[in-house]
């Protein structure tokens, strides 16, 4: 709970830790009337936010959160929000908003925030000292499309609910990833690769390298993603067989190792290896400067052969002489 000074996010007052999250939730309905309300939406969410960063899991839990904010803060963020203090809202309260809340405009909302924070970007940008771990940009390079299904959520049907989302940072060991922006797949799952390109327009990628599974290795979404200024590393597996077949084709037995990691942890050590070769003038697909190999061996500390696998894949950057550019492409196709 916060203390009675200040309560803090991550370290940070929550007054500035949902100072711009507020603004872009302003634009989020929950459904009720204007008239006569005394806790606007963009407070409630603003708080729901701030008190789930904090541990918070419940609306038991989130209501004793927000009893316990400093009424200083509580009464910035409202007069913020353009509405007078009105005391704070209950745990009802904050259940009816969440659950009411137009969550297509909340997941666009909180999308971009965490970009501009993130990338530094916007006014939360340069707000903090510059040691508050909260202030740092993520790695911004990669963006990686990821589907998962929300345990306990169905709908109508019983089905389980999907949801993709869109994780800006490294793949490596420790490396620090966050959703910047995230959608529901309706239907079934071959419709993930559509609700991908509909995720994908509202974001900025420009300058960032798109990755997915094989899954996404769509001609559309490739063109998509050029268009807006991205770059791509996808895999590609039997399901694209004349794109699979053509890199299968290629001369990988006679193309040098042009690098390599190893990563050891788990009782295990991990090597991986990446060849690259420049695209084939007829390759089935579009924008691919680069094809690559990218072979895994794991091994125990003793030396023992555990398992190897091998795939194949295909990218947009443009082929260049140093070293950094197949590292960027190595690290992106996590194998």
């Given at each position: 709970m916060p203390d009675a000074d200040v309560a803090l996010v991550a370290g940070v007052p929550v007054g500035q830790a949902c100072g711009d999250l507020l603004e872009l939730l302003a634009g989020v309905s929950d459904g009720r009337s204007s008239q006569g309300r005394d806790h606007p939406a963009a407070v409630v969410l603003a708080l729901v936010a701030a008190a789930t960063v904090a541990g918070m899991t419940g609306y038991t839990a989130m209501a004793g959160w927000v009893a316990d904010v400093p009424q200083p803060v509580l009464a910035d963020l409202y007069l913020r929000a353009g509405a007078l203090p009105v005391g704070r809202p209950s745990r009802s309260t904050l259940w009816r908003v969440c659950t009411d809340t137009d969550t297509r405009a909340l997941d666009t909302a909180i999308g971009a925030w965490t970009?501009?924070?993130?990338?530094?970007?916007?006014?939360?940008?340069?707000?903090?000292?510059?040691?508050?771990?909260?202030?740092?940009?993520?790695?911004?390079?990669?963006?990686?499309?990821?589907?998962?299904?929300?345990?306990?959520?169905v709908d109508a049907d019983g089905d389980q609910m999907q949801l993709l989302a869109a994780l800006a940072g490294g793949t490596e060991p420790g490396a620090v990833a966050v959703v910047i922006g995230q959608a529901e797949v309706t239907g079934?799952?071959?419709?993930?690769?559509?609700?991908?390109?509909?995720?994908?327009?509202?974001?900025?990628?420009?300058?960032?390298?798109?990755?997915?599974?094989?899954?996404?290795?769509?001609?559309?979404?490739?063109?998509?993603?050029?268009?807006?200024?991205?770059?791509?590393?996808?895999?590609v597996k039997e399901n694209r067989r004349a794109l699979f077949d053509a890199l299968d084709a290629l001369p990988w037995q006679h193309t040098p190792i042009a690098d390599s990691r190893t990563e050891t942890g788990h009782g295990r050590i991990t090597r991986r290896t990446i060849r690259v070769l420049p695209a084939p003038p007829d390759l089935p697909f579009p924008h691919v400067d680069q094809v690559w190999l990218i072979e895994r061996y794991v091994t125990d500390t003793t030396g023992t052969h555990l398992s190897a696998a091998a795939q194949l894949g295909v990218a947009s950057h443009t082929p260049e002489p140093e070293l950094a550019q197949v590292s960027r492409i190595l690290r992106a196709a996590r194998l």
């Open positions: 970009t501009a924070r993130r990338s530094g970007r916007g006014p939360a940008a340069g707000r903090h000292d510059p040691a508050d771990q909260v202030s740092q940009p993520l790695p911004a390079d990669l963006l990686r499309l990821d589907g998962k299904t929300v345990r306990a959520a079934a799952k071959t419709n993930e690769p559509a609700c991908a390109r509909d995720l994908l327009a509202t974001l900025d990628i420009a300058g960032s390298t798109v990755t997915a599974d094989a899954l996404h290795t769509v001609k559309a979404t490739a063109e998509l993603i050029r268009a807006r200024g991205g770059q791509f590393v996808f895999p």
